[in-house]
């Protein structure tokens, strides 16, 4: 069965850190595309963060760049989400996602493989 599991969610004020995990099992994905999406209320889901599998092709949105760094740990089954300088407007429930089709984990459309999402509220 294959399993994204987020964590590292939590409550932190204006300018703090938080680091997201996105623990990957139950095949290889050694050939796809990670992604972190959010999703804050009354708005639509947002692609934030891709990187290959293997470390390479990283993407961000404009929103986030230069404060948020996406890895997979050496040898880990996990990708990670840095993020730092931490905004109000950042406040979404965050989602791991993977799918071999760059297009496809770029748009969010059709993606082979979701994670159940870990809240982050940045509080003013």
């Known amino acids: 069965q294959v399993q994204l599991v987020e964590s590292g969610g939590g409550l932190v004020q204006a300018g703090g850190s938080l680091r997201l995990s996105c623990a990957a099992s139950?095949?290889?994905?050694?050939?796809?595309?990670m992604g972190w999406f959010r999703q804050a209320p009354g708005k639509e889901r947002e692609c934030v963060a891709t990187?290959?599998?293997?470390?390479?092709?990283?993407y961000y949105t404009d929103s986030v760049k230069g404060r948020f760094t996406i890895s997979r740990g050496n040898g880990e089954r996990t990708v990670y989400l840095q993020m730092n300088s931490l905004k109000p407007e950042d406040t979404a429930v965050y989602y791991c996602?993977?799918?071999?089709?760059?297009?496809?984990?770029?748009?969010?459309?059709?993606?082979?493989?979701w994670g159940q999402g870990t809240q982050v509220t940045v509080s003013s």
């Open positions: 996602a993977a799918d071999p089709n760059y297009r496809k984990i770029r748009s969010g459309s059709n993606v082979e493989y």
């Open positions: 139950g095949r290889t994905f050694m050939n796809y595309y």
């Open positions: 990187i290959h599998w293997t470390g390479g092709n990283p």
